[in-house]
């Protein structure tokens, strides 16, 4: 291994330095457990961070209302119990400042910074089939060699730019919730624009209109979201989960999404009377989360005409709380099946049109045609705005890999290889790409899925891999392409099984121009992806081959 060896203990010098492992966004939750688990294997490992200090997707979004949408005690390390009986969340839900906080703390507590180089992004990774090192270059001219090469790049750390015309010529100021300024921004008395209606453009909507003079919010399409119930922590409820961790973290891996403690639904909605079915769809709505309404009943992700009675009954919820039935009809979601796009938490984000101050603008009738020197103008009319808000997401699950050249010497590089969309092997690893690893990468349940669990699950597996390959000498894995096809397909069938692929997504790549359109992520659930990925190694990492 160069200059390196398996178990070297040095990590102090990142450059032309030879390690064992090099983590590719080592900042984020991702890369700080697996730093966590490679030090504690003793290997010599250094991970580059383009960000300026830790936190993620938590570095990032910074807008107005940033919050996690799974409960902030399921949305938390698992891996020292220490850590997580002494943390004390304050909401029910996290907000960004307070997860970035926590994160923070992850890093000091088990002394992780000093394995990043921050302000730092990867430009190209290269393997050498001979030597069996991957090469990485950085934009600060780092050159390291290293056996292993893990991507800890995250599933929504690119941020889609917006290809407006006329938008370097608008004279306000704009901002990208993905890229928002950690100074944060003061909106008061501004004419306000925010283009997209995504979870960040619903989450920060409700803030931005409080401040505003006037918001002109701009909708191409309407989706679903439901009422999250934040509220303070109660002191009983932190007091039981956290005697009861231990067995709801075993517990959450036996669960479709990787939470614990809703019990799985045994009817169809279609089985039950329709006043029993909208009893029950009121009791969810006010007990607020996601998986707790799609948990009403065993059929609404697979089942059009069951899932239609779930449309509706939102759909109903949103023309009794917006007061103009004009609005109200426009924020109703028809274009797909609700829980086919990501499933928005909110709160009193329908509520937020009822205010003078607020106009909802149909761009999917009268679509945006460019942005001018003094606001912007669509194909009915013009808007005077002082700042825009591009709420336009992310190039998800792909986005960040592919901006990197990674390449075998040689051969295809993986732009190349995933022209007509991503395949891997589980998720984990892709093939043609010896030691390169991935975590919660296409073709595995982490953005369907509690991401906390995914990560800690998926960096396990890959810690133990690199282990059992310690062990026994070997210095190579790569997958077989039959395996990795076998799994494509299978994913694509689960999928088509259900009635995700009946929305234009971005798990499917719909919101980047130009994106293949392929279903993305295991929507299988956790607890068959796991079994998969557990009997893979039980029968001796059955559809990967290892040498060197």
Known sequence: ?????????????????????????????????????LRGLGLNV????????VGGTWYWNRYPGCRCDVD??????????????????????????????YVNHVADRFDLRR???????????????????????????????????????????TPRKPDFPGIDDFQGEWYHTGLWPHEGVD??????????????????????????????????????????RNEPMNAQTELTHKAEYPARRKA???????????????????????????????????????????????DLLTNKAANDTASEFVRQKIRSIVKDQEVAELLAPHTHPMGTKRLILDTNYYETYNRDNVTL??????????????????????????????????????????????????????KEAWSAGPRTYLGLMIAGFPNLFTITGPGSPGVKSNMMLSIEQHTNWIVDCLQHLRSRHHRRIEVEPEAEESWV????????????????????????????????????????????????????????????
Request: proline letters at 5%; hydrophobic letters at 40%.
């Open 489 to 548: 397909t299978h994913v694509r069938e689960v999928a088509d099984s259900t009635l995700y692929p009946l929305a234009n997504s971005w798990y499917m790549g719909a919101n980047i121009p130009g994106k293949p359109l392929v279903f993305m992520p295991y929507v299988g659930g956790v607890q068959m992806y796991k079994k998969k990925c557990d009997e893979v190694v039980a029968n001796g990492y059955e559809g990967f081959l290892i040498s060197g």
């Open 361 to 414: 603008v149909d761009v999917k009738s009268a679509p945006i045609e460019e942005i001018t020197k003094t606001g912007l103008r669509t194909a009915q009319a013009g808007y005077e705005l002082d700042a825009i808000v591009f709420a336009t997401g992310f190039d998800a699950m792909t986005g960040a890999m592919l901006d990197i050249d990674i390449r075998v010497e040689g051969g295809p590089s993986l």
């Open 187 to 228: 909106f008061t008395g501004l004419r306000v624009g925010v283009i997209g209606t995504g979870s960040s453009g619903v989450q920060s909507i409700p803030y931005i209109a409080a401040q505003a003079k006037h918001l002109h919010v701009f909708q191409r399409t309407a989706n679903f979201s439901l009422p999250a």
């Open 46 to 53: 250094t991970a580059f961070e383009a960000g300026s200090d």
């Open 252 to 298: 959450a891996y036996d669960t479709p999404f990787g939470i614990a403690g809703y019990p799985p639904p045994a009817k169809s909605a279609l089985e039950v009377p329709a006043d029993e079915r909208d009893q029950i769809y009121e009791r969810k709505w006010a007990e607020g989360g996601s998986i707790s309404f799609l948990y009403s009943f065993n």
């Open 1 to 37: 291994m160069g200059g390196s060896a398996w178990g070297a203990t040095d990590g102090t010098s990142v450059k032309s330095a030879d390690v064992d492992v090099v983590v590719v966004g080592g900042g984020g939750v991702a890369g700080l457990y697996l730093l966590y688990r």
């Open 115 to 157: 394995y990043i180089q921050f302000n730092t992004r990867v430009t190209s990774a290269v393997f050498d089939a001979n030597s069996n090192l991957w090469t990485v270059t950085t934009d600060q001219n780092d050159m390291i060699r290293a056996t292993f090469c893990v991507m800890a790049t995250g599933n929504l750390s």
């Open 72 to 101: 902030s005690l399921e949305y938390s390390y698992s891996f020292a119990n220490d850590l997580q009986q002494e943390w004390h969340w304050p909401e029910r839900y996290g907000t960004q400042p307070e997860i970035l906080k």
